[in-house]
């Protein structure tokens, strides 16, 4: 159901439309301000909001941007999964090239697409484990203002506001000895996952924050547990990344 970005209310129609591309916004009956101001606004302002953190731009993305699912993952929110986990492979790997540039790689000698394998599975099973953390701790939480948390929203909030690892393609140019912009920039995705959670679940923060951190330790577990079972030998390196 179409929701006014300010403050959450939900509407009946987003603006009404007079003639193709003559369109007027609607003002919401409970906060006075236009429902929708992003419907006007083309994707660069939509992408500076996010770098912002702005709750209003989730909501609209969220609410009344993506076309309804009962169920499922919306098409483009997938991709862009797809994507982030890739990308999570391709980082994992140049750092283990990038620090055994000297010495053997653990499991240099295996073919290559093993050793793609090999990681692409390590990234996947941490993409579910977080998913699967935050929702178990969300399920303990259902004290929001819906009446039945829909899940599939709660990951596709977690996959929009993880944009912010693409960033991480700028560390190729960088000193890669030097991880404090990792660090920063996994610290930006944890503030925009803790955003968007909380505009979703109509969570305060402090109680999004627990909710993240379940995910968190349950990925961390996961990670550990795979990794020694393969080859304890990359645990202290995989996870610092």
Request: charged residues 15%; aromatic residues 16%; contains cysteine.
């Amino acid at each position: 159901m179409p929701t006014c970005v300010e403050c959450g209310t939900p509407v009946s129609t987003l603006y009404m439309e007079y003639s193709k591309g003559n369109i007027r916004l609607t003002q919401c009956e409970n906060c006075k301000n236009f429902v929708d101001k992003y419907v006007e606004h083309d994707a660069v302002i939509i992408f500076i909001d996010l770098l912002l953190f702005k709750p209003q731009v989730y909501r609209h993305i969220l609410f009344n941007r993506l076309d309804y699912k009962d169920q499922g993952i919306h098409p483009s929110v997938l991709k862009l999964g797809i994507l982030l986990i890739l990308f999570d492979v391709y980082i994992k790997w140049f750092k283990l090239e990038r620090y055994y540039a000297k010495t053997k790689f653990p499991f240099g000698d295996q073919p290559l697409y093993l050793q793609y394998i090999y990681i692409l599975a390590l990234c996947l099973i941490e993409f579910l484990a977080y998913q699967f953390g935050v929702r178990l701790a969300v399920s303990f939480c259902l004290g929001s203002k819906y009446a039945i948390i829909k899940y599939n929203y709660v990951s596709m909030a977690l996959i929009i506001s993880s944009f912010g690892k693409l960033l991480l393609i700028l560390m190729v140019i960088w000193d890669y000895n030097e991880l404090e912009y990792s660090w920063l920039l996994s610290v930006f995705v944890f503030a925009s996952n803790l955003e968007a959670l909380s505009v979703f679940l109509d969570f305060g923060y402090l109680r999004t924050t627990l909710v993240m951190l379940c995910g968190l330790v349950i990925k961390l577990m996961a990670q550990m547990i795979y990794i020694q079972l393969t080859n304890s030998t990359l645990m202290t390196i995989l996870l610092t990344i």
